[in-house]
Structure formats: structure tokens, C-alpha cells
């Protein structure tokens, strides 16, 4: 019998760091999730044995390739797609794809790990995945990114399928994006199946998937205040981004009785000390996704609001917060100002906005705290009930996939006290959504044997 090599977590992360040189994201994402379950297999002799930590930090693979496509003057522009598998242990590769400048193989990397823990903690079968390109569709004529669409998924078809990679949109990727793609996939493949989710209604599409990240968040946030006998109504809330998860978010806030008091982009935020109501809240919808504006002329429309350029708006007093925007935007110092300024619990919206320090601040001072892989998992979960429809050919109406995912949220919040539980009253968010998604990958794993 070979003997097992126990290096602790120190040694881990050294060999993570080495073997993955030059990739920050995917380094701080499997160090947040291996100080907590390093804790966990202490002593379970099989997970080491089997090296399953090693083994889940370690993609099944990495697809990386070229898009060329042509701009509107003629000119011939090239740019690097990505599709990262990272396991698919408890069911096909699952997650988004995302167009954005700041794309490389490190985020996507650091997202199909996140994705793997997340999905594990919807119920759902569904393995861990992620794509994107370093694109920018910022700027670009609706046929443009139509040309990019398809020349991206040109490749990508041959490494996707209903039973093998079920991708959906992220950052930059909507619901037109997904359209040209499934378009093109359809072309090439002449197969009409779920191998996309957040299609059109039209065509295999599920309702509330648009809505369910921002609105999951929110129930999940639901959930924590619940453990303090406290709602969300009456609470002033801060929110970062202004896509899809951060107006979602805010819609939810609001239909719940809270106040929205920020929103955001890369270029700043806004602060409506009038709150932002429903009407506003539809604004910003119509001006970022249709218009494809910029958040700073939202003051123009709602004039007693302030922009405030280049910052985020962790500075604003609030009862509640909710990261909706990026990788990172929530560093140690703004959790320590949230904190001064009476702010009780974080919802993560967006993946790992919270860098490393913010989030040892958030536990040491023990407020409610979810990580987005827990608190933004009712968009995948939606995307699992898309699927699901798919297979079945048929669609549920909105009242009962409205329920399906407020008792995902419930179940993912119950798991996450199952092994967050620290017994003096408080709960460790991270450490319970962590464990629990571990655990459910890991066990399929050990049933596979060495693969
Ligand atoms: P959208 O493209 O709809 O919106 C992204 C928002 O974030 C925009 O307001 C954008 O501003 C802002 N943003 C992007 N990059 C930066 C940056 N570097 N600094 C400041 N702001 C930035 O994306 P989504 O709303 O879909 O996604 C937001 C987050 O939620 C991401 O982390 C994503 O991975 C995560 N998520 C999304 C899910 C979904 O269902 N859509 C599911 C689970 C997680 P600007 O317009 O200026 O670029």
C-alpha cells in the first residue's frame, strides 16, 4: 500500500502557486477554498489518499484557441477564446461565458473552480465550467458581435454538447450573445438541443432565468437576516455593477421593501440618496443593456443623485451590501469601512468580488457573509432548470420556477449551516459552502477511482 504524502496546507499552496505561475485569480480562489477544507479532511484519510483537493484544483482541461473575426472597416482582428473544464465528477461541465477585456486563462480558470463548488451546492447534476474571450463589446455594432459569435462558437461546438458542456452567458454575454451563438451552434451541428442556457423564450429558453442570479441573491440574503429574526425591509442597501445580477438585485431590494441607495460601472458609482425605486431601477436597465450607456448619466435623468467617478461604493452607509460587478472590487479596507458603518450582512452577487483580506475581515468580525458561490448560485440553478425543461421538452410556468428557486436558495443556506455551524451563534457562510460543495464532488469522485 503506497503511503500518504501529507503536505499541509502551506505545501499545497505552494505547489498550487508553482504550478500555476502568473495566475493571481486562480490561486486566491483555491486558497480560499483550501483554508477550509484542509480543516475538513484532517482526518479523513480517504480525500487525502485520493488527493481529491489536488485533483478538483487541477482542470480536466483547458481549451484555448484562436477567434478571428472581421470589424466594420474590413479590418481583420483576432483574439483568444478559452474553454475551461474544470470537472465534471457530479454531472456535464457547466458555466458562463465571458466577454471582457480583462479575460485570461487565470479568471477563467479561478470561475470553473468557483463554478464546481457552486453547482455542487444547487442539488443539481451539474459539473464545474467556464469560457470566454478577451473581447471587448463595448463599442461594437450589433453585427459585429454577431460575427464574433459565430467565428467563438466556430470552435467551441466541437467541445460542447447537451451531455458534455452546457455553457451560458457572464459578464459582456446576454441573451442576444447566447442567440448568435445557439444560431451558429444549430448551423453547424443541425441539432436543436440544450446545449446553451438563457436562450429566448422562443426557443428553449426558461423564465426568470434573466432575473434568478440578482433575485437568488437577494433570497439568500433573506435567509441569513431570517437568523436574526430581521428582513430585508427597512434596510438601506449598497450594490455594485449595473448588469444583469446588480439590476436584478436591486429590483428584488426593492420589491422586498428595502432601499437602493447605489449602483455602478467601471467608470464609478451613483448615489441616489432618494433611493432607487422600480422606475429607476428599469432606467438603468434600458440605458446599460439596450443603450449601451454609461451609469454616470443616470444624474442627468435623477438629478438629486451624485457620480461618483472612479470609485466603488463600499463608503456609503448601508444596512446590507451586495458586490454585483467583478473579480476583486471589495478589497480588506472597504470591508472594514462596511463594517464601521453598520453594515450587518454581504450577499455576493458577482464571483469572488471579495479579495482575500476583505473576506478574513468579513469572518473575524463575524457579520452575515456569502460568498458568491453560495448566494449567486439561483442563476445556474435556473440555467439546471433550463436543461432540465430541455431534456423534457416542455416549460414550467413562472409561479412554480419562482418557488424551485427560492427552495434552492433555502437548501443552498441549509448547507451551508450544516458545516458553517460554529456553535457560539455564528455562521461561517464561506466554510459551509465550501465544505458542502467539496464533499458532494469529492464523493463522487472516490466512487470513480483513479480517472
Ligand atoms: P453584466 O455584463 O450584465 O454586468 C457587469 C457589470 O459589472 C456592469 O455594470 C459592468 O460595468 C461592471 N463591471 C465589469 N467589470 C468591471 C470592473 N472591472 N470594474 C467595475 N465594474 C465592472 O454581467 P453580470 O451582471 O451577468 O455579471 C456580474 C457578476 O456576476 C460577474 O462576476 C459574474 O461572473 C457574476 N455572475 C453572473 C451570473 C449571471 O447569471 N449573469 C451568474 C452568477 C454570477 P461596465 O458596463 O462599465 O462594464
Known sequence: MAVTDHVDLNGFMEGVKKRNPHQPEFVQAVQEVAEDIFEFIQDKEEYHAQQILRRIAEPDRVVSFRVCWEDDNGNIRVQRGWRVQNNNAIGPYKGGIRFHPSVNESVLKFLAFEQTFKNALTGLPMGGGKGGANFNPKGKSVREIMRFCQSFMTELYRHIGADVDVPAGDIGVGAREIGFMFGQYKRITNHFTGVLTGKGLEWGGSLIRTEATGYGAVYFLENMLATKGEGVAGKTAVISGSGNVATHAAEKIVQLGGKVLTLSDSGGFIHDPDGIDQEK????????????????????AFPRATFHPGKTPWGVPCDVAL??????????????????????AVSEGANMPTDLDGVHVFKHHKILYAPGKASNAGGVAVSGLEMSQNS????????????????????????????????????????????AGFKKVADAMLAFGVV
Open 281 to 300: 431601477i428599469d432606467w438603468v436597465k434600458t440605458h446599460k443593456t439596450h443603450r449601451r450607456g454609461r451609469i454616470e448619466e443616470y444624474v442627468e
Open 323 to 344: 458586490p454585483c460587478a467583478t473579480q476583486n472590487e471589495l478589497l480588506g479596507e472597504d470591508a472594514k469601512t462596511l463594517i464601521a458603518n453598520g453594515c450587518k
Open 392 to 435: 423534457e421538452r416542455r416549460s414550467w410556468k413562472e409561479e412554480e420556477l419562482q418557488q424551485m428557486l427560492k427552495d434552492i436558495m433555502k437548501g443552498i443556506h441549509d448547507s451551508c449551516i450544516r458545516y458553517g455551524d460554529q456553535g457560539d451563534g455564528y455562521i461561517d457562510y464561506v466554510k459551509g459552502a465550501n465544505i
